[in-house]
């Protein structure tokens, strides 16, 4: 690897309106095509990613969120290994121990929530106050990643449970969780 490169791995399902922000950011940053900045969506995170994010020095991880602050907010996710009966679909803080732990991997990780509002129907579309924050959010990141600087603008500090944490200690959970 040559150089500071970050992988942006949004995840949610477009199919349950807002949970769909994740992949929509990941979207508009292809487009983009930001030097040094890979992207990825998917459904749901999973032990495959941690291989891809060890092959980067940083990681951010782009989901809904269901509560807290709006637009978004930009956490520091820390490691944190997590017992569970799978793998299928893990929390972000699992998925930087298992690049940790088992392929070395040394890099920062954080949470990029954008706020949604609507999750209760099966329609691909953004309700109208998510699109604007994903508007926020997408030409907020493309300012970060093009400065290399990422870390620089988190929201608070670091957590290890990306379920029960958010900006300014709020409980909120992520749409994908």
Not at 41 to 65: C, K, N, P, R
Not at 75 to 98: D, G, I, K
Not at 131 to 158: I, K, M, Q
Request: aromatic share 8%; proline share 4%.
């Amino acid at each position: 690897m040559k150089g500071r490169t970050t992988l942006v791995v949004g995840y949610g399902n477009p199919g349950r309106l807002d949970d769909g922000l994740g992949p929509a950011l990941v979207d508009a940053l292809e487009r983009e095509g930001i030097e040094g900045a890979c992207v990825q969506s998917d459904y749901q995170l999973s032990a495959e990613h941690a291989a891809e994010i060890a092959a980067h020095t940083d990681v951010v991880f782009v989901d809904a969120a269901v509560a807290g602050r709006a637009p978004f907010f930009l956490r520091r996710v820390m490691p944190r290994a997590a017992t569970s009966f799978t793998t299928h679909a893990m929390r972000p803080e699992a998925v930087l121990a298992l690049a940790a732990d088992t392929l070395g991997w040394g890099g920062a990780g954080y949470l990029l929530g954008i706020r949604g509002y609507a999750f209760n129907e099966y329609r691909e579309e953004l309700s109208g106050p998510a699109r604007e924050n994903l508007l926020a959010a997408t030409h907020w990141l493309t300012r970060a990643l093009r400065s290399g600087r990422v870390g620089d603008y988190v929201t608070g500090g670091p957590i290890r449970d990306s379920v029960r944490h958010c900006a300014g200690g709020d409980e909120c959970t992520t749409a994908s969780m």
